[in-house]
């Protein structure tokens, strides 16, 4: 059986939930990774990247969403259709330190490449900004690269006040916006 850590996403066409990834679901995580391609896989905690195999990859997850080393405490969702396929995910972090702060905001999402431009990204950020209420973070940092004009839009629909732009190291310019999530 799946963890049921999720809540049932009504409205959505089909039946979604919000799941956490777990052995059960190893298929499809793979699935999703295979069709995103070489290109970083965004946001970096559904990475199964140097790592033999997917007990190691959750093991290691369960210790970064704790807390530990580089990383402050987060949780990363699936979100997936009744036909059990991973059509999204979702990485909410609990606290900013300077690079978040900066670039990468308290929610980072993705979308499956054969499943974009259905509202998607529009509804786990939304979905996502829920479960912010819960872990009490009542002003959302959410960013994205200067030409995601895509995110952009999604962030702008669920609220996002545009703040200052960020410049990092590498001259590329990060949008930051703040979502009152009171
Ligand atoms: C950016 C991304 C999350 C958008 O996901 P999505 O499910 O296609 O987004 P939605 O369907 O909810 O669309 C939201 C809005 O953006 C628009 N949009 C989506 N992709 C777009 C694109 N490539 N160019 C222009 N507009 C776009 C949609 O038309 C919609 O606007 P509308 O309601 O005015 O029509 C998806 O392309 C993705 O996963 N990209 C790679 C990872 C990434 O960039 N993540 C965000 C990190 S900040």
Redesign the pocket.
């Known amino acids: 059986m799946i963890n049921y850590d999720w809540y049932v996403i009504k409205e959505m066409r089909g039946y979604m939930k919000l799941v956490r990834p777990s052995l059960e679901l190893k298929n499809e995580h793979e699935n999703y990774v295979k069709e995103w391609g070489p290109s970083r896989m965004?946001?970096s905690s559904f990475s199964l990247e140097g790592f033999d195999t997917y007990e190691e990859y959750l093991d290691a997850l369960a210790l970064r969403q704790s807390g530990h080393g580089k990383w402050l405490p987060n949780s990363s969702y699936f979100l997936m259709n009744d036909q059990q396929q991973v059509v999204?995910m979702v990485d909410i972090r609990h606290e900013l330190n300077d690079f978040l702060y900066n670039e990468g905001?308290h929610i980072?999402?993705?979308?499956?490449?054969s499943?974009?431009?259905?509202?998607?990204?529009?509804?786990?950020?939304g979905e996502a900004l829920k479960k912010c209420k819960k872990l009490n973070i009542t002003r959302v940092l959410?960013?994205?690269?200067g030409d995601?004009?895509?995110?952009?839009?999604?962030?702008v629909?669920n609220g996002g006040v545009e703040d200052e732009s960020f410049q990092n190291e590498n001259g590329e310019l990060i949008r930051r916006f703040w979502i009152e999530n009171d």
Do not use: F, H, M
Request: aromatic fraction near 6%; include cysteine.
């Open positions: 965004v946001p999204a905001g980072g999402y993705s979308v499956r490449p499943e974009r431009r259905k509202g998607y990204a529009t509804r786990i950020l959410v960013t994205c690269d995601n004009i895509g995110s952009a839009k999604t962030i629909k």
